[in-house]
């Protein structure tokens, strides 16, 4: 059965230093998504992608934040600078479109990310 | 107010019990409403979803939603030991741009 996937799976970054997570969604999905997890809170979503450009993003995307779609497969998050506070578990989520119709959004295991 | 509130638990029950699980929110536009099943560090995993007011079963699972009342629940059936883990409540507008989630109950369900 399809999944997303994400690498890596834990992620140890010093303060200030970029990073960049990766996730390959579902060969067939047109719409992606990035949350984070705060560890014992909820999940929260970060931003959504569709047609190489941001849908929606929310006020935890900051410019600090990007995303790319660099080739056909991979979906990446990109913190330019990360902060103590920027230590979560961050989700990618694919979701095919169906029209006229309702579709389902499909996690990635997740990228624990630690900074220090 | 928050957009979306749920009961954070954690909620206990004997094997076989019915669970109800259930959220509130405030945002008129949601449409689609969405319950995950987290395990420990691992991803969301979808459970249910349901459009606009009304119920749906799947198997031991009933996912039911009051547009009036602004309130979604999740029953499960006959429950069992593999069960436990953390429910998220999920909802979004029509098009699918956002997605909001409730902070999770933790259920735990005893042999």
């Known amino acids: 059965e399809p999944e997303v996937t994400q690498t890596p799976s834990h992620q140890v970054t010093q303060m200030g230093q970029e990073v960049i997570l990766r996730c390959v969604p579902i060969s067939n999905h047109l719409y992606f998504y990035w949350y984070r997890q705060i560890l014992g809170q909820k999940v929260e979503f970060l931003v959504s992608?569709?047609?190489?450009?941001?849908?929606?993003k929310s006020e935890i995307f900051d410019d600090q934040f990007s995303v790319e779609r660099p080739d056909g497969s991979n979906f990446t998050l990109k913190i330019r600078s990360t902060k103590l506070e920027d230590s979560a578990m961050y989700f990618c989520?694919?979701?095919?479109?169906?029209?006229?119709?309702?579709?389902?959004?499909?996690f990635g295991p997740g990228t624990r990310l630690t900074v220090l | 107010q928050k957009e979306v509130e749920q009961d954070p638990g954690p909620l206990s029950v004997p094997e076989g019990a019915i669970v109800s699980l259930n959220c509130t929110y405030s945002?008129?536009?949601?449409?689609?409403f969405m319950w995950y099943r987290q395990y420990s560090r691992k991803g969301p995993e979808l459970l249910m979803y349901t459009y606009s007011s009304g119920n749906k079963e799947d198997g031991r699972f009933t996912a039911q939603v009051d547009k009036s009342s602004k309130y979604i629940s999740l029953f499960i059936r006959d429950s069992q030991p593999s069960d436990s883990a953390t429910y998220l409540c999920a909802m979004t507008p029509y098009n699918f741009n956002k997605f909001y989630f409730g902070s999770g109950t933790k259920l735990n369900v005893k042999p």
């Open positions: 945002n008129s536009a949601f449409q689609y």
């Open positions: 992608f569709y047609n190489n450009e941001i849908s929606e």
């Open positions: 989520a694919s979701r095919p479109i169906i029209a006229g119709g309702t579709d389902e959004q499909f």
